[in-house]
Each structure stands twice: as structure tokens, then as C-alpha cells.
């Protein structure tokens, strides 16, 4: 049985995954364990797809998730939730946001975003969670926070009290932006709190 | 209370504690942000350098002249500084010097995969190998030791996921070193072949020392698990190799690969069943452990199991040594006994659960990376993807104009490859097809011009080729993440610098026609190849026109619309291949939020029906 968990945060340059994994790492820090986490540079600012893996555990060796380790997959795009997923193990579960971001060949008219997404996973008996992560940060004012929402939605996955990821958020956030990512933070747990 | 730090990170720390004060580089993935965070330490003076031999040179300079230095570079950077890093070997040091090589298994942001550790064994050069943060940041500070120590630079070699991957730091004071005074000292610093020859041979003698530290060196360790498998290792590979078999092997974990520790490796193998050498790339430990001759019971493995191409993961380990552990043993690894002293620091192997056939991977449309809404390239690439020429690339964003639908690109070779190679090119042309209209344009970002572009215009000049050169004159490094460059106005500690002068160099290097377009007036760069394809001696056109992305030179303009209207639907605009256009039904929208303004989607439209938003709602003003 593996003592390390896995999670990867997946979604398209811009969303803000680096900045929610950022404050995963953090927590995960303060609670005393042993974390690696990894990101691919490059040309993720021109619109590629960004991916991140946190791996955490008593000791961490490698840096990286495998196809088929990852207990969660936190996917901020609908189209990213599937390119991933076979990175998910059996039991594990994917948080997905619903909103859609058209990429090159869709923007160029030489393919048509795919509508049968949440379908093509449910019948391969992949546990996907649907959120519109986006649609509750646009109800706070502001829908560059679905990085924070989708945290939130994450966060009950995990047995750390809230207080810890709202210090987590504290450390990582610079203060202008703590109240609305907070509100964001709450927001995103009621979403999986049911 | 340790923090969280990238190998980057760890790196210019650890070079910070060791009381470095001189730090150059030339940007390039996976390094750059060595010196971006080298550039946050006030004791530091950080520099770009215009490219990676220069680097080299300015760090054994400063090393030299006495204070401690670090130089870092990409993997293909080092190609670039091989001169200076080879005669760096025979000069030795006088206070530290320390070269860090990043290098790209899997070419994530590189145009090939090479294993730079073969550098170190060329250049005879000790040769360390952090496998995460926190020994990136404890080889850095003990790196300048033994540069000191033995007289020698230091190279530091890091890959892709130690460079980027972050994990937990203890980090430590700054201790300010100190060097003997700068004495004059030909015998060993003026390379003429008569120092030459005896350095040569001093060279050979430091590494028989090097040699016998490597054989003791902390940084040299093996790790005891179960003795039926031995696993020789370097570098994020040991990780990848631990988490698939955890305690159910043993481990001789190397930090300093070079020169290899060879009584210690002897000792190793003769301890273990069998050996198994588990590293990315290239067979480089492995030759070293089969050049030791021993005599095992059952063969040495590992290239032989292990892919010789593109990046590890502990899945692939785990694929890659399954089947050859069962046959050898006949049953599975997982039940080996317990290990005789596996401490708190054990770890459970993976290999069962990464072994296991997983999900087939699902199919979906992919997503590359694409210009950016305003991004300068995107008119130069729609004008040069109409014209009947070659076009000879070179690295940087622009090289995505290879890229569908522009597709306006035959070669990308390496840095500042485009003009000379252009000028290659159309001396063939020349000689195949003379009098024949057909022409090779060079494009080329700023950055690239200076760091190795420059030269190849001075060889188009001289010897008179017609080949065309248009430079992307964006004002910054773009692709590795906005570093300053000559051009650009600003030094890396973001104080103004002298800003070279483009269509001035071009000029000074021999070149009659120089023209200057704003790269967002489809017509004006249209017209300036059409000047340029009718004169035939070389000449340079200067795409003047920033990144989308720099914020200091940012022009707030309005987002354009769509008149649906008049729209023919020809779909004519969605071949500029921008983020902000995209087809819903049958009509192409404008997403408001992502449009920069450009317009460049507007001229390419034949029946005006993309228009700014104010004049499409409230017509003129």
C-alpha cells in the first residue's frame, strides 16, 4: 500500500493552478510533511496545457506522478479533466470544473471542442466530481478566483481542518486579495460539503 | 523551519551561503531561474550576459580576479561555452568557480536531448549531481569548496525535474570567503601551447586527487536495503529508482559521478547479487561500471532494460525492471526479506501499483502552444506563410510559427543558426538555380541577434549572400519568461542599462538596406519583403514591435467586433490563428476580455467586418 498521496492539478495557461498548488504545497508543509512538487516551464503562457504534481507523504522520493498513481486529479478545464486521467488510479477521484476552453486546432476551425466529455469518462467508470467553479467566482465578483473555488471544492477530499488551509491561503495570498479568495475558499468547500 | 524551494532556487542559495559575489547566464530552459533568484541577493552581482560563452568567461574572469563565481546555462548553452569551459580546466581557479548545466531529458523547452554529464568526463572536470532541493543547494555550497580545494571549476549538473521540482530546504548563513590577491601567473593562465602542455598534464594529476575525494565524499553513499539487487544511480533517476523498489534493493547513490569512485563501486557490486544501473539518458555510469571489469554472476544490466531516449518516471523504471527482476529470481521482488537496516527514512516500494496496467489514455484534442492575442510574430508569420521562399527559423516563441495554420518555417537549428544557415541556403540556391527569383529569409528574435545572430550577418555582409534577415525586434527574451536582453533598455537587477541600437549594429556590420515595420501593419511588412525580394544583396528588415505580454510597454486599444451583419462567414480571419477568435455556429466571435486590440485579424479581413468595438457601435467620432 503507498504512503504517498498524489494529487495533480491540471488546467490551461493562466487559470491560476500554479498559485492553488502553491498553497497546497504550503499547507501541506505546515502539517510537517515531506513534499515534492513539480511543474513544467516552458511555453505554458501560450496557452498550453499547465500541469502540476504534488506528491506528499513521511518520505517523498520521486518528483513525479505516473499514469495510474494519482488519487486525485483537481482539473480547472473540462477538456484537461479528460487528457489526464488515465494519470488517476483506480480508486481515484477526479474534481473537475466544467468550463471549456477552446484550444488552437478548435480556435482555427479544424476541430470541434469535444460534447461528450463527461459522458466518455462516466462510461470508462471514471469517478469525476462536475463543478462550475468558474460561475461561482463570477457570483463573487470576480472569475479569476475559480483557482481558489476549485481549492475549496478539493479541500474536503482531504482530513486537514480549514483552519489550516485558510493559513495556508494566508502565507501563500498577498493580503488585497485574502478576503475575496477566502469567500472563494468557503465557496468551493459547499460545493462537495453536500 | 525548512521552506519550499525549486533545485533553481536551492541552487543560488547554496551559492549565496557560499559567499558567491559574481553570477552570470544567458536565459534558457530549464536554468533561468538561477539567476533570477541569484539577482534577489544584494552580495551578488548578477548579470545577463549576450550568451553562454560569454557567461563562461566573465565567471572565470571573476573567479580570477578573486571573488567567487557561478555561471549557469541550458544544456545546449554549454555547446555554446565549450571553448572557455574546456580551457577553464587548464587555467584552474582562484577563488570558485561553479558551472551550472540544466539539463532537458525529454526536450520539454529544447531542440535535442544531450547528456551534458559526458561534458565533465571531456573537459576533465569534477562532476556533481544534486537529485533534489535540498542537495541542489548543499553540492552548491560544497561545489565552491572543492573548486578551491582542487583547483578546478566545478560543473553542476541538474535535469529538467531537479531544476523545476520543488521540495523542502534547510537553509543556512551566508560565510563571505575569501581568495589569495590576483597575482599575474602566466605559467598557468596564459594558455600559449608551452603553458599548455604541462597544465595538460596537471590536469591528469587533479583528477587522480578528485578521484580519491570521490571514493569518500558524503556526497558518494550507499544506502543498504536488500542485497539481492544493487542499483547505481545519479541524479532524480535514484528517486525514480526508490520509489519503485523502496528498501527492496540497495543503493549506490552517487552525488559526485565523476570521476567515478571506482573502489567504492567495487565494493558495492561485490556486496550485491546483482546490479542494475538506473539512469536518464545516456550509458554514462554504466560504462564506468563495466569499465571496473568485474567479474558478477548475473549481468550487469541497464541500458539494456532501461530507455536510452526521453525523460524517466517511476512508472517507466517500474516497467522497464520488472520482467528482468522476475525471471532472475523467479518469483516477484516484493517479497524479498526485510531489509537489515533500513532506517526512519525508508521507503515502501511502488513497484506493484506502478506496474500495473493503468487507464488507456484518453483522446482528445490537443492543445499546443499558440501567439498569443497582439503578439508581434503572428503578421510577419501570415505574411511569410503566402510567399514562395525558405524560411530558416531560430529559437525562441517564433518558432511556433512552424505551426498550423502558418506552416511559414524550414528549419530551427539552434541559437542564431537562422542567417548563417540562410546564407548557406541561398548559396545553394545560387548555385542550383542562378538567375531564379527564389529567396531564403532568416527570421530572428532580438535576443538570439545578439547572442550568436550578430555573426552570421557579419559572414551574410562579407561575403555578399542575398539572403534576407527580418529580427523580431520584441524588446525582450520572450520565451523563457521576460528576461532583459541589450536591447531592451534594462539590466537584470532592473536598473536602466545602454540600450544597443539594432538598425544602427545592422548598418556598422555592412548591410546597405535596412528597413524598420511595425509588425501589426500587415501592409507595411508586406511591402518591406517585397523591397527586400527585389534588391539582391542582403538585407534587414526590424520587426519593431513589443511582446504582448510586456507590461511596461503595453498600449491599452480597443478590442475589435465582429459585424455579423456583413460577416461572409469565409472564416479568412481564423488563418491569423488568435486566442481571442473563435467560431460559435457558424459566426467567428471576438472574446472581449482576451482581445489586445492588434487588429491584425481586421486587415485580413475582406469585407470590413472587423472593426474596433467604438466604431462598430457608435460609428465615427
Known sequence: MSETTNAMLVGVGGQGTILASRVLAQLLLDAGFDVKMSEVHGMAQRGGSVTTHVRFGRRVAAPTISPGQAHFILAFECMEAARHSHYLREDGVIIANTRRIPSLPILIGREAYPDDIANRLAGRGVDVRWLDASAVAAGLGNVRVENTVLLGAFSTFLAFPEDAWKQALRTVIPAKHIELNLAAFAAGRRLTQQ | ?621
Open chain 2, 1 to 621: 523551519m525548512k521552506t519550499l524551494m525549486s533545485g533553481n532556487e536551492a541552487i543560488a542559495r547554496g551559492a549565496w551561503e557560499a559567499g558567491v559575489r559574481f553570477a552570470s547566464a544567458y536565459p534558457g530552459t530549464p536554468s533561468t531561474e538561477i539567476l533570477e533568484n541569484m539577482a534577489k541577493y544584494q552580495e551578488v552581482r548578477s548579470q545577463w550576459s549576450v550568451n553562454e560563452k560569454t557567461a563562461l568567461e566573465a565567471a572565470l574572469g571573476a573567479s580570477l580576479g578573486g571573488v567567487r563565481a557561478l555561471c549557469a546555462m541550458k544544456h545546449v548553452g554549454l555547446n555554446v561555452a565549450a571553448d572557455p569551459l574546456f580551457s577553464s580546466s587548464y587555467t584552474g581557479v582562484n577563488a570558485g568557480l561553479v558551472i551550472v548545466t540544466a539539463d532537458d531529458p525529454g526536450c520539454h523547452s529544447s531542440q535535442n536531448e544531450q547528456d551534458n554529464r559526458y561534458y565533465a568526463q571531456a573537459a576533465k572536470l569534477p562532476l556533481l549531481e544534486p537529485s533534489d532541493s535540498q542537495e541542489a543547494l548543499d553540492f552548491a555550497r560544497t561545489a565552491f569548496e572543492l573548486s578551491e580545494e582542487y583547483d578546478t571549476p566545478v560543473l553542476l549538473r541538474v535535469t529538467t525535474r531537479v531544476a523545476h521540482g520543488k521540495s523542502p530546504v534547510a537553509t543556512g548563513p551566508r560565510t563571505e570567503a575569501t581568495a589569495p590577491a590576483y597575482e599575474r601567473t602566466m605559467a598557468k593562465h596564459v594558455l600559449v601551447p608551452a603553458v599548455a602542455r604541462p597544465r595538460h598534464a596537471a590536469v591528469e594529476e587533479r583528477l587522480v586527487q578528485l578521484q580519491a575525494y570521490a571514493e569518500s565524499s558524503p556526497m558518494n553513499r550507499i544506502e543498504w536495503g536488500s542485497r539481492r539487487l544493487g542499483v547505481v544511480s545519479s541524479g532524480v533517476a535514484y528517486q525514480y529508482a526508490r520509489e519503485v523498489l523502496g528498501d527492496n534493493a540497495s543503493y549506490l547513490k552517487l552525488g559526485m559521478s565523476f570521476p567515478f569512485p571506482d573502489a567504492l563501486a567495487r565494493s558495492f557490486i561485490s556486496q550485491v547479487e546483482q546490479v542494475i544501473v538506473v539512469e536518464e539518458l545516456e550509458p554514462f555510469l554504466e560504462q564506468a561500471v563495466r569499465a571496473l571489469g568485474i567479474d558478477v554472476k548475473h549481468p550487469i544490466e541497464g541500458k539494456s532494460l532501461i530507455p536510452l531516449t526521453g525523460e524517466l518516471d517511476s512508472r517507466t523504471v517500474a516497467l522497464s525492471l520488472a520482467p528482468a527482476l522476475a525471471a532472475a529470481e523467479g518469483r516477484p521482488l516484493g517479497t524479498a526479506s526485510a531489509p537489515p537496516d533500513s532506517g526512519a527514512l525508508g521507503t515502501v516500494g511502488e513497484l506493484g501499483n506502478l506496474s500495473a496496467p493503468g487507464r488507456e489514455a484518453e483522446q482528445v484534442v490537443g492543445r499546443p502552444p499558440m501567439f498569443c492575442a497582439g503578439c508581434p510574430h503572428r503578421g510577419v508569420f501570415y505574411e511569410l506563410g503566402r510567399l514562395p521562399v525558405m524560411v530558416s527559423g531560430d529559437i525562441g516563441c517564433y518558432a511556433l510559427g512552424a505551426m498550423p495554420p502558418f506552416a511559414a518555417m524550414d528549419t530551427c537549428i539552434d541559437m542564431g543558426a537562422s542567417i548563417a544557415a540562410g546564407l548557406g541556403f541561398q548559396t545553394a540556391l545560387d548555385i542550383l538555380r542562378p538567375g531564379k527569383p527564389a529567396r531564403t529569409i532568416a527570421v530572428i528574435g532580438d535576443s538570439t541577434f545578439f547572442h550568436s545572430g550578430m555573426t552570421g550577418l557579419l559572414d551574410a555582409a562579407y561575403n555578399s549572400v542575398g539572403v534576407i534577415t527580418i529580427i523580431l525586434d520584441n524588446r525582450i527574451t520572450a520565451m523563457t519568461g521576460h528576461q532583459e536582453n541589450p536591447g531592451s533598455g534594462f539590466a537584470l537587477s532592473g536598473a536602466p542599462a545602454r540600450e544597443a541600437q539594432l538598425a544602427a549594429l545592422v548598418r556598422a556590420i555592412g548591410i546597405e538596406m535596412v528597413q524598420t515595420v511595425d509588425p501589426f501593419d500587415l501592409a507595411q511588412v508586406r511591402e518591406a519583403i517585397a523591397v527586400a525580394m527585389g534588391d539582391p544583396g542582403p538585407s534587414v528588415i526590424i520587426a519593431h514591435g513589443p511582446c504582448a505580454l510586456l507590461r511596461r510597454l503595453a498600449v491599452k486599444r480597443l478590442a475589435y467586433q465582429v459585424d455579423q451583419d456583413t460577416c461572409r462567414k469565409c472564416k479568412a480571419c481564423l488563418r491569423v490563428a488568435c486566442p481571442a477568435l473563435c467560431v460559435e455556429g457558424d459566426n467567428v466571435q471576438i472574446d472581449a476580455e482576451t482581445c489586445v486590440g492588434c487588429g491584425i485579424c481586421s486587415q485580413v479581413c475582406r469585407f470590413d467586418s472587423i472593426r474596433q468595438a467604438r466604431a462598430a457601435e457608435g460609428g465615427e467620432e
